[in-house]
């Protein structure tokens, strides 16, 4: 499948098969592809978290409003979390940055508000959600992005600290029966002279 075919595959899957289960493998390969995730400056302000526990996944979905049933039947429930201390993320990149880098964040991001450093770092985050669903749809492995979450109660869950989710990809194949399967309810898109100018 070229990698066009697979954008055209792929959905936002919203009834999963519970006991259809990715393979170890794939599932290995997924966490690499994420870890090579581009960022601003190699900034790398996030951490992601795999739930495959069936109890864990179960009290994360409790926490996921509408999202609820995909979390619970999906193999695996990915979390993005972002760095949410700004002297743990200082001390990050002091030990793991060359020293252009570090310059750079002090002197371009570090006199912003909290505000503006942690919308930097979501978008660096949000960033790494297109990396992985992008590998989904290669690997024909099903997905779902989900900002439908709470991620304080999330926090809460899995004990962070210094980090905060902000969304959430369920990852695992689809029911047969899933209604939103392209088959039955076509990608919609603007129009391409809408999206792209070419010049
Ligand atoms: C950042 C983001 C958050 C989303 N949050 C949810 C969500 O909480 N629940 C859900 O069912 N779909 C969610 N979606 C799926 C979108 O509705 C979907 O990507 C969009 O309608 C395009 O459809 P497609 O992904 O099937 O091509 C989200 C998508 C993105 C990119």
Redesign the pocket.
């Known amino acids: 499948m070229s990698f066009l075919e697979s954008m055209q595959w792929?959905?936002?899957t919203?009834r999963y098969n519970p006991s259809k289960k990715v393979a170890i493998d794939k599932m290995e390969e997924l966490k690499e592809i994420l870890r090579l995730s581009p960022s601003s400056i190699n900034s790398q302000p996030w951490n992601f978290t795999f739930v495959n526990d069936a109890d864990l996944k179960d009290k994360l979905a409790a926490a996921s409003y509408?999202?609820e049933h995909?979390i619970k039947d999906c193999d695996t429930l990915v979390i993005f979390n972002r760095v949410d201390n700004l002297e743990l993320f200082e001390e990050q990149i002091e030990n793991s940055l060359p020293d252009g880098s570090v310059e750079y964040y002090k002197d371009v991001l570090k006199p912003l508000s909290k505000k503006d450093i942690t919308t930097w770092f979501d978008k660096q985050v949000?960033l790494s959600?297109g990396v992985l669903l992008s590998a989904c749809a290669q690997m024909k492995i099903d997905a779902?992005?989900?900002?439908?979450?709470d991620g304080v109660k999330y926090n809460e869950i899995l004990g962070h600290k210094g980090y905060h989710s902000i969304?959430a990809v369920a990852v695992g194949y689809r029911d047969e029966d899933d209604s939103?399967q392209i088959d039955r309810s076509p990608?919609?898109r603007l129009p391409m002279e809408k999206v792209v100018t070419s010049i």
């Not at 779902?144 to 979450?149: A, S, V, W, Y």
Request: hydrophobic share 25%.
């Open positions: 792929r959905y936002s919203k509408f999202n995909k949000y959600i779902t992005p989900m900002e439908g979450i969304v939103n990608k919609s």
